[in-house]
């Protein structure tokens, strides 16, 4: 089964449906999740997104 990995941004993005999200990345990313494939979210992600929210750069 085939997978991908995503930065910040583009988890983000992806999420919260930002049209900053390019036609590629939205298309892989949906095709992944409708075929049920992985989507690998590096640790890194999460503590950048830790540090969006506590800074209020990202809502909660």
């Known amino acids: 089964m085939p997978s991908v990995a995503v ?9 919260t449906r930002d049209p900053r999200l ?17 989507i ?4 890194i992600c999460l503590v950048e997104m830790t540090y969006l929210v506590e800074k209020g750069r990202l809502l909660r």
């Open 7 to 15: 930065d910040t941004h583009a988890i983000i993005w992806y999420l």
């Open 22 to 38: 390019s036609r590629r990345a939205e298309s892989t990313l949906d095709h992944a999740t409708l075929e049920g494939c992985l």
């Open 40 to 43: 690998h979210v590096p640790s």
